[in-house]
């Protein structure tokens, strides 16, 4: 959520930073919220100064009744009820102005940073850097499903009997090896000095109102029945609403965290739900880093904590590639955002396993979190980044870590977690 002083002072810019993200239908709630913003003021000017009048007049009953002037008196109670009766109306008139730009203010996006591609989708998302020698190799690598099959790991057809499609069982080494990696996750994370922690894995609507945008959640979020209460769809929602109605003391900054959680989404779209494989899925899990930081120091955390991500996906034998989210393709409380991918030998090219986004002030607007500086209390910079979210990041690792045999290489990193084993095999 923007600072309404953008819309009073520069509407233009508002509305030429929602035609960058192809919003077009959204330019009408900026002036409508100016129009909004003029009378929501004007209805409290105007009440305040009946409340001086009232409490004026008031004082001069007692004075009046004493000295017997009845007639007086009756006179100034009835401007008094007039004034009471307008203070009522100023009153309703900015109630209902302050909850419709409330609502108006949820929609509008946050100004994009000035060197986000424009485009209309993430067709045009911009390749920024490759890490790591893309290798394919001679022999052919199977679907990630036949992969795991072979090794006794994967089983879709009895989740779909308990669960339904969309879910799944990892049994066996490929279980354990999901497990490792996000062990090792969580360590890498906290070797970079980050808190780890394990949040709520459920959130009330205030807290989800406060992390994202209506139409994220509405494709995203499963709702809790009878309940105010949402299954999250990354750690991150409850790790900034952690920090929800809190004065964080500027010393105290940054907060660096990394959290661990399962994660669950509707994953509502065209793309439907792969019946297959594991890459597009109800439930997965995650390692998750989040940083709180002030507003100059944004910028900087942004460019590190990408490279957390290419750093670790690096030390497990995986080539990927960074692409820069186009303004269509940001979501509308982010200011930049861009995307690591891993490359798939199988397929030949890369696809998403993390993202990395600065949503400078909007989160902490929402959510009331702010830094107490000498110079008074002011809104932070929130910022996150996927670690690692398998079952995908398992993906990448399975196809560039496989062999002709079958089986899979274990990178010296990951072999504390799998008990010292170099390979799996059938």
Request: glycine letters at 6%; aromatic letters at 8%; proline letters at 4%.
């Amino acid at each position: 959520m923007i600072d309404i002083k953008l819309i009073r002072e520069n509407r233009d810019l508002v509305k030429k930073n929602i035609e960058k993200k192809f919003q077009n239908e959204k330019l009408s709630l900026v002036d409508e919220v100016y129009e909004l913003d003029i009378k929501m003021r004007e209805s409290k000017v105007k009440g305040d100064n009946l409340r001086a009048l009232k409490n004026e007049k008031s004082s001069l009953i007692g004075s009046l009744m004493r000295e017997g002037k009845k007639d007086e008196t009756m006179k100034i109670k009835e401007e008094i009820s007039s004034y009471a009766k307008e203070i009522e109306e100023c009153e309703k008139i900015y109630s209902e102005c302050k909850n419709k730009i409330k609502s108006n203010m949820m929609l509008i996006p946050n100004i994009i940073a000035d060197d986000v591609p424009i485009g209309e989708d993430d067709t045009k998302n911009v390749e920024i850097e490759k890490f790591g020698k893309p290798i394919i190799p001679k022999y052919e690598i199977p679907h990630h499903a036949d992969i795991c099959i072979n090794l006794s790991g994967l089983d879709k057809e009895s989740a779909g009997r308990t669960s339904g499609n969309g879910f799944y069982y990892l049994t066996g080494d490929i279980a354990r090896l999901h497990s490792a990696m996000i062990a090792y996750a969580k360590d890498f994370m906290i070797e970079k000095g980050f808190t780890y922690c394990i949040p709520p894995f459920m959130i009330r609507s205030d807290v989800v109102d406060g992390v994202m945008s209506f139409e994220e959640m509405d494709a995203m979020m499963y709702k809790i029945e009878n309940e105010d209460l949402y299954l999250i769809g990354t750690s991150e929602h409850s790790m900034i609403g952690k920090f929800k109605d809190q004065i964080i003391k500027e010393e105290n900054l940054p907060i660096t965290m990394t959290s661990y959680s399962p994660c669950f989404r509707k994953e509502v779209g065209s793309h439907g739900i792969e019946e297959r494989g594991l890459y597009r899925v109800h439930q997965f899990e995650k390692e998750e880093m989040v940083v709180l930081c002030k507003p100059e120091d944004g910028m900087d955390w942004y460019n590190k904590m990408w490279k957390y991500t290419v750093d670790f996906f690096r030390s497990l034998n995986i080539p990927v590639r960074t692409l820069e989210c186009c303004s269509g393709d940001l979501a509308d409380l982010k200011v930049k955002s861009c995307d690591v991918e891993a490359f798939s030998p199988r397929q030949n090219k890369y696809f998403e396993v993390g993202s990395c986004s600065i949503l400078g002030d909007a989160q902490a607007r929402r959510l009331g979190i702010r830094m107490k500086t000498k110079d008074g209390n002011k809104y932070l910079t929130t910022l996150n980044n996927t670690v690692l979210a398998t079952p995908r990041g398992l993906i990448a690792f399975l196809e560039n870590n496989y062999n002709e045999d079958g089986s899979i290489n274990i990178p010296k990193a990951l072999r504390p977690y799998m008990g010292g084993k170099e390979k799996i095999e059938k």
